[in-house]
Structure formats: C-alpha cells, structure tokens
T-cell receptor, first 109, second 114 residues
Framework: EDQVTQSPEALRLQEGESSSLNCSYT??????LFWYRQDPGKGPEFLFT???AGEEKEKERLKATLTKKESFLHITAPKPEDSATYLC??????????FGKGTHLIIQP | DAGVIQSPRHEVTEMGQEVTLRCKPI?????LFWYRQTMMRGLELLIY????????DSGMPEDRFSAKMPNASFSTLKIQPSEPRDSAVYFC????????????FGAGTRLSVL
C-alpha cells in the first residue's frame, strides 16, 4: 500500500525566513510525485511533478527536489501570500493519487 | 478552459436523504477521479474512471455510494441514504492519462449531513 507522510504538520515563519517542507513516501513503482497548494475553501492547485530521483523543479520562491525516499519543498524568502496548505502526493501502480495530510504554512508579515 | 466544474458548491441535507454531486471535467481529459477530504483522513481517492469506464472503486466506503460517468463530459457521485459521517468536502479531478498524469481539481462540494 502506498503511503505518504508530510512534516511538519504546521509551520509558522516570518516573512523572508526560508525553510523546507518534507514528504516521505513508500510506493511500489513510483510514476510521479506531485506537490499541490490548497487555499481555504478551494481545491488543490497543481505546483510541480517530479518523476525521478535527482530531479528538481522551481517556480518563483518554491523549489521541489526528489530522492528515492523523500521530497522536499524549499521556500526561499517567503511572502504572506505563500500561506497555504501544501500537499504531497504519489502516483504508483494505480492511476489515483495517494496524498499526505499536508503542511499548513503561515507566513507572518 | 474553465477547469473542472463541480456543483453544487455547498449541500446541506438531512440524514437519510439522497445526495447527488456533479462534475464536469476539463474538455479532452480522459480520466476522472472522485476524492473525499476530511480533517481526520485528509484527501482519499474514492473511485476513478478511464474513458468513462470505472477502473477502481475500492475507495468507495459503502454500498450507499455510487458513481457514474455517462459520457466524457459529466460524472455524478451519489450517496443514498446519506449519514452524518458522510459530511466532508468532495473533490472531482481530471487528467489526460499518459501526458504526465497531472490531475486538475475542481473547487469541491462541501457536504453537511445533519
């Protein structure tokens, strides 16, 4: 059974204070690892997909990396508008995603 | 494209009533997924369709839940009879299988069963 564990559950940072979110996974036959952002009252919004260990993707202040056991979402010099819940998910043998419970990120001005 | 469209956005019903949630996927996508999100369990896959055919419904919690996809542009998730423990946010997502498998989500339906 595919499993995804995200840490920390919640993180509060000052504006400009860089940090990383962790996503550990076990999956039989990884076909992709996905990061989504979810704002209150909205559906998950796609950010990145990574397919093989060593791969990295960047978008504005966010950078996602992937190893054989985990992925990191690095947030550099965050702004208050980066506040959201960040979800990690894996695509294994089946076509449905297995999600972690997310990291609730708050960036204080 | 308007993205994945779900209706209604909010549904409040009484225990025992039938509830029908609706989803219109992104045009051209050939896979459709139904997920449920709760505080306790997070996002969980209920069922998914490829080319309108149900492939895996192992996530459907009970026989009270059923889903259909009569054509490529419409799907329903029905709960009959509804129970308070069904209260959650239900999301529909669609993707183009084989093209990076990126799933795009709708805004969700918040269901409250009293």
């Amino acid at each position: 059974e595919d499993q995804v564990t995200q840490s920390p559950e919640a993180l509060r940072l000052q504006e400009g204070e860089s940090s990383s979110l962790n996503c550990s996974y076990t999956v039989s036959g990884l076909r992709g690892l996905f990061w989504y952002r979810q704002d209150p009252g909205k559906g998950p919004e796609f950010l990145f997909t990574l397919y093989s260990a060593g791969e990295e993707k960047e978008k504005e202040r966010l950078k996602a990396t992937l190893t054989k056991k985990e992925s990191f979402l690095h947030i550099t010099a965050p702004k208050p508008e980066d506040s959201a819940t960040y979800l990690c998910a894996v695509l294994g043998g089946a076509d449905g995603l297995t999600f972690g419970k997310g990291t609730h990120l708050i960036i204080q001005p | 494209d308007a993205g994945v469209i779900q209706s209604p956005r909010h549904e409040v019903t009484e225990m025992g009533q039938e509830v029908t949630l609706r989803c219109k996927p992104i045009s051209g996508h050939n896979s459709l997924f139904w997920y449920r999100q709760t505080m306790m369990r997070g996002l969980e896959l209920l069922i998914y369709f490829n080319n309108n055919v149900p492939i895996d419904d192992s996530g459907m919690p009970e026989d009270r839940f059923s889903a259909k996809m009569p054509n490529a542009s419409f799907s329903t998730l029905k709960i009959q009879p509804s129970e308070p423990r069904d209260s959650a946010v239900y999301f529909c997502a669609s993707s183009l299988v084989g093209a990076k498998n990126i799933q795009y989500f709708g805004a969700g339906t918040r269901l409250s069963v009293l």
